[in-house]
């Protein structure tokens, strides 16, 4: 397998990163992987899992982290799901640069709902979502109560319960502080009545995997949706799908679905 660190412009001119892993094969076929919310696709442990597998099958894959994320650089201030999805706009017309025609993606999170909005667009070759935060009308407002009950045990059954709507909408006109940046206020905005889970139903599932832990305290099994006819629903698993002893039930099988193109 050979590895290369790249960098390519987005749209915005910002400089980001990412791995290229070459396994031999199909020399026009990549798959792509970007990582949920303030997360690195180039460093997190199931992206380069993955990677390894799939150059094991003959199949490259280019992981890359989004604007000041990870390995990138940028501002991650303006951060938005129409960023994200420009973002692997840009990534692919550069994989095109370096020979590749053919394009399948791997999103974790809110990274899915970025995929979504390409879908008219883009003809990927095959889908996974990892954990996908598609429904992000009504995990807004779960976060939301989550945020300002800490004391109680918020959960999907009985978010409702914790917060008003008008203190939501409030604060729909502030900043966001994350675990090490702060986010404008747009990406709440432009998502507070969006359920991207619609916009996968534009096209045949049967080209979609949906891996989803059922103990997934951040985006619950039961916030998505879409009935996605391909999926694999992991006992135990959180969010993250990572840890040991849960990424062993499902990324062989993401890998044998990614390579049957």
């Not at 910002?14 to 020399?27: K, P, Q, S, T, Y």
């Not at 150059?55 to 940028?74: I, Q």
């Not at 391909?230 to 044998?256: F, P, Q, R």
Request: hydrophobic share 40%.
């Amino acid at each position: 397998m050979i590895t290369k660190l790249l960098e390519f412009k987005n749209q915005r001119q910002e400089l980001l990163r990412g791995i290229l892993a070459i396994g031999g094969g199909d020399n026009q076929h990549v798959v792509i992987m970007l990582g949920g919310f303030e997360r690195a696709g180039t460093t997190e442990r199931k992206f380069k899992i993955l990677a390894d597998e799939l150059a094991k099958n003959d199949v490259a894959s280019f992981r890359f982290d989004a604007a000041d994320c990870g390995l990138s650089d940028g501002s991650f201030y303006h951060m938005t799901t129409k960023s994200l999805s420009e973002d692997i706009l840009s990534a692919i017309d550069f994989l095109k640069i370096q020979g590749y025609e053919r394009f399948s993606i791997v999103g974790h999170s809110l990274a899915a709902c970025a995929i979504s909005l390409l879908l008219d667009e883009i003809v990927f070759e095959k889908i996974v979502l990892i954990s996908p935060a598609l429904n992000q009308r009504d995990l807004l407002r779960l976060w939301f109560a989550q945020k300002n009950n800490k004391d109680a045990e918020v959960n999907w059954e009985n978010y409702k319960e914790y917060y008003k709507e008008s203190d939501f909408i409030l604060d729909l006109e502030n900043d966001m502080l994350t675990k090490t940046h702060r986010l404008n206020r747009e990406y709440k905005v432009e998502n507070q009545a969006v359920d991207y889970g619609e916009n996968y139903n534009k096209i045949s599932t049967d080209k979609i995997l949906l891996i989803q832990g059922n103990n997934d305290d951040k985006v619950p099994l039961e916030s998505i949706n879409v009935n996605f006819s391909n999926k694999m629903i992991i006992d135990k698993g959180d969010h993250d799908l990572e840890k040991a002893g849960i990424i062993e039930g499902w990324y062989k099988s993401a890998v044998d679905f990614l390579k049957n193109c």
